[in-house]
């Protein structure tokens, strides 16, 4: 495999509204961005990934885009955006924008010329179709839980798709002429300086050649509209409109790309991240996936440490020999991952969150974190329904309440599943608001900010914070670099509940061993220690002859002779 420059790099995900606020407008800001790249070049991250940070409506909180080369006022300027660039760069760090082109914002201009003229030029940048029988042309059911076609203003029995929100219409990839402006404007963002980006939702570009009905799958009679993926007319248009973005945007540029890519078949891997793949990496979901269900989050299976180990053993061994995956425990569409993985009782123990970092960090791959994920953040408690900002939590409720769930229950359900767990103020300090903003913050602080901030952690030698530096230095540390970045892969004692242990191989034998229980593990281990190269506890590890005894939630990691 060809060695690139982004390979030994490290990721951190800012959703900015929820970054750092410098204006006092309780809202967070690119210059507060900037006044935080010290603390993030410490940290020792390198490739910074903003998500959206266009202008839009925020019906999907950025995701809906009405002007893709511009900036949103709320979060700053162009110049602000540009004098980011600058002092990331400045810093030996990269700056990766969110690529959203499977839709756009009905207030885009391209969808406002398609709503006055649907079968105008425009109207052929979306996806326009006549109802059947006065209902709907097909019965998908979206992504964030209602029907994807909603009637085009003013006409009579027209439609418009859209997987997302309402506010979020489909873009139509099959036309020449859309493909252009998009490729017109990934290229206008790489030449401005910007490293990569990160690719949303871009699987559902490939749409299947007609629109037809699938058996309902819950009580609405619609159908998940991710049967659509596997139709192979779409699968044929997806390889053929990713291989023209890629030739005609990354590739010339030499960008850094991360797709958002779920359920990916193994032997289609090699597609998207091999050496001739249409991205230059891709996120790892397996474990984000594990335990969900078709029919919503009241029906889902929350995942255990053991269960979270073998998604990723499982994903490191599909990947070896074909390409990068980036490795991640949360993002700002998931319950933050502390909350999600660690069995209750345990999600706020720092011992437990350094246990489950090593694992991430360690793995072969891209670490990329998420803002807050390095402090140990956790989710926040919901006392309402009327407490939820996020549109798909909304939908997620309907669901409970559809399939007889009393409200209680479903509070409870969607509490912990909510994309708002991840979406709460950075905490940065104990001082009012967490440090966050000056004003009043446009979404409640988690109140244990108190206790878990950056600020009490820098000081803190044990502290979560600290244990990820160290994590994030042992991988660039000369000595282990080339062994974490490049060596292979090899898991060991998978037959023991609770125990993620793996080899790392190149020039030097590295064993992991991460302790994911409250119960101590005697191991037999596989040879002689030449040295201990990482240690969660304060105290040594207890060596017997040929044996370990790992501590509850310990993690180690050995230098083998």
Same mark, same amino acid.
């Given at each position: 495999?060809?060695?690139?420059?982004?390979?030994?790099?490290?990721?951190?995900?800012?959703?900015?509204?929820?970054?750092?606020?410098?204006?006092?407008? @309780?809202?967070?800001?690119?210059?507060?961005?900037?006044?935080? !790249?010290?603390?993030?070049?410490?940290?020792?991250?390198?490739?910074?990934?903003?998500?959206?940070?266009?202008?839009?409506?925020?019906?999907?909180?950025?995701?809906?885009?009405?002007?893709?080369?511009?900036?949103?006022?709320?979060?700053?300027?162009?110049?602000?955006?540009?004098?980011?660039?600058?002092?990331?760069? *400045?810093?030996?760090?990269?700056?990766? !924008?969110? !690529?959203?082109?499977?839709?756009?914002?009905?207030?885009?201009?391209?969808?406002?010329?398609?709503?006055?003229?649907?079968?105008?030029?425009?109207?052929? /940048?979306?996806?326009?179709? *006549?109802?059947?029988?006065?209902?709907?042309?097909?019965?998908?059911?979206?992504?964030?839980?209602?029907?994807?076609?909603?009637?085009?203003?003013?006409?009579?029995?027209?439609? /418009?798709?859209?997987?997302?929100?309402?506010?979020?219409?489909?873009?139509?990839?099959?036309?020449?002429?859309?493909?252009?402006?998009?490729?017109?404007?990934?290229?206008?963002?790489?030449?401005?300086?910007?490293?990569?980006?990160?690719?949303?939702?871009?699987?559902?570009?490939?749409?299947?050649?007609?629109?037809?009905?699938?058996?309902?799958?819950?009580?609405?009679?619609?159908?998940?509209?991710?049967?659509?993926?596997?139709?192979?007319?779409?699968?044929?248009?997806?390889?053929? /409109?990713?291989?023209?973005?890629?030739?005609?945007?990354?590739?010339?540029?030499?960008?850094?790309?991360? @797709?958002?890519?779920?359920?990916?078949?193994?032997?289609?891997?090699?597609?998207?991240?091999?050496?001739?793949?249409?991205?230059?990496?891709?996120?790892?979901?397996?474990?984000?996936?594990?335990?969900?269900?078709?029919?919503?989050?009241?029906?889902?299976?929350?995942?255990?440490?053991?269960?979270?180990?073998?998604?990723?053993?499982?994903?490191?061994?599909?990947?070896?020999?074909?390409?990068?995956?980036?490795?991640?425990?949360?993002?700002?569409?998931?319950?933050?991952?502390?909350?999600?993985? !660690?069995?209750?009782?345990?999600?706020?123990?720092?011992?437990?969150?350094?246990?489950?970092?090593?694992?991430?960090?360690?793995?072969?791959?891209?670490?990329?974190?998420?803002?807050?994920?390095?402090?140990?953040?956790?989710?926040?408690?919901?006392?309402?329904?009327?407490?939820?900002?996020?549109?798909?939590?909304?939908?997620?409720?309907?669901?409970?309440?559809?399939?007889?769930?009393?409200?209680?229950?479903?509070?409870?359900?969607?509490?912990?599943?909510?994309?708002?767990?991840?979406?709460?103020?950075?905490?940065?300090?104990?001082?009012?608001?967490?440090?966050?903003?000056?004003?009043?913050?446009?979404?409640?602080?988690?109140?244990?900010?108190?206790?878990?901030?950056?600020?009490?952690?820098?000081?803190?030698?044990?502290?979560?914070?600290?244990?990820?530096?160290?994590?994030?230095?042992?991988?660039?540390?000369?000595?282990?670099?080339?062994?974490?970045?490049?060596?292979?892969?090899?898991?060991?004692?998978?037959?023991?509940?609770?125990?993620?242990?793996?080899?790392?191989?190149?020039?030097?034998?590295?064993?992991?061993?991460?302790?994911?229980?409250?119960?101590?593990?005697?191991?037999?281990?596989? @040879?002689?220690? *030449?040295?201990?190269?990482?240690?969660?506890?304060?105290?040594?590890?207890?060596?017997?002859?040929?044996?370990?005894?790992?501590?509850?939630?310990?993690?180690?990691?050995?230098?083998?002779?």
């Amino acid at each position: 495999m060809q060695r690139q420059w982004w390979q030994a790099s490290v990721g951190y995900q800012i959703w900015p509204k929820s970054f750092n606020d410098s204006n006092g407008d @309780g809202m967070g800001d690119i210059p507060g961005i900037l006044e935080k !790249l010290d603390y993030l070049q410490q940290l020792g991250v390198d490739l910074l990934w903003l998500s959206p940070i266009y202008p839009s409506p925020l019906a999907d909180e950025g995701y809906d885009i009405s002007d893709y080369c511009g900036v949103d006022p709320r979060f700053g300027t162009m110049a602000d955006l540009e004098r980011l660039i600058s002092e990331t760069k *400045r810093r030996g760090m990269r700056l990766l !924008l969110d !690529l959203v082109v499977n839709h756009c914002s009905d207030e885009h201009p391209w969808f406002q010329k398609a709503l006055a003229d649907p079968e105008g030029p425009y109207g052929q /940048y979306f996806y326009f179709r *006549r109802g059947k029988n006065g209902a709907p042309p097909c019965n998908w059911r979206g992504y964030f839980g209602a029907g994807v076609w909603s009637p085009v203003p003013g006409r009579a029995d027209l439609y /418009y798709l859209h997987l997302f929100h309402e506010k979020q219409p489909d873009l139509n990839w099959s036309n020449p002429a859309l493909r252009r402006e998009i490729y017109q404007m990934v290229n206008w963002w790489l030449d401005k300086g910007i490293a990569g980006f990160r690719v949303d939702a871009i699987v559902n570009i490939g749409k299947p050649d007609s629109f037809r009905d699938y058996p309902a799958d819950r009580p609405d009679g619609l159908a998940d509209c991710c049967n659509m993926l596997a139709e192979p007319s779409a699968k044929a248009h997806l390889a053929e /409109y990713l291989t023209e973005l890629r030739d005609n945007t990354f590739r010339p540029h030499g960008a850094f790309t991360v @797709g958002e890519v779920f359920d990916t078949d193994p032997a289609e891997l090699a597609a998207f991240i091999g050496p001739d793949g249409y991205f230059s990496s891709m996120f790892d979901f397996a474990a984000t996936c594990c335990g969900k269900s078709p029919k919503g989050w009241w029906a889902a299976r929350r995942p255990s440490p053991t269960d979270y180990r073998d998604c990723c053993f499982s994903s490191q061994k599909a990947a070896q020999g074909v390409g990068f995956l980036s490795n991640v425990i949360e993002n700002h569409d998931e319950p933050r991952g502390a909350s999600h993985y !660690l069995p209750l009782g345990f999600e706020e123990q720092p011992r437990a969150q350094k246990a489950l970092a090593a694992v991430t960090l360690l793995l072969r791959g891209l670490p990329f974190l998420y803002q807050g994920q390095e402090l140990g953040m956790t989710n926040k408690p919901f006392a309402s329904i009327h407490e939820v900002d996020d549109v798909n939590t909304k939908g997620e409720y309907a669901a409970c309440l559809a399939a007889g769930l009393r409200a209680d229950d479903a509070l409870e359900v969607i509490a912990h599943y909510s994309r708002d767990n991840a979406r709460t103020p950075v905490q940065w300090s104990a001082q009012a608001n967490a440090g966050f903003t000056a004003g009043t913050p446009w979404m409640p602080v988690n109140l244990r900010y108190r206790s878990v901030n950056a600020e009490a952690q820098q000081a803190d030698p044990a502290s979560v914070l600290n244990f990820y530096k160290k994590l994030i230095s042992l991988r660039k540390d000369p000595a282990y670099k080339e062994t974490l970045v490049w060596g292979d892969f090899e898991p060991l004692y998978t037959e023991r509940e609770g125990l993620a242990a793996f080899w790392r191989r190149a020039d030097k034998k590295l064993l992991v061993l991460s302790n994911l229980s409250d119960e101590a593990m005697l191991l037999p281990l596989p @040879g002689p220690v *030449r040295a201990v190269v990482l240690n969660s506890r304060q105290l040594p590890p207890e060596l017997e002859q040929q044996a370990l005894i790992l501590a509850p939630w310990q993690a180690l990691v050995l230098e083998m002779e």
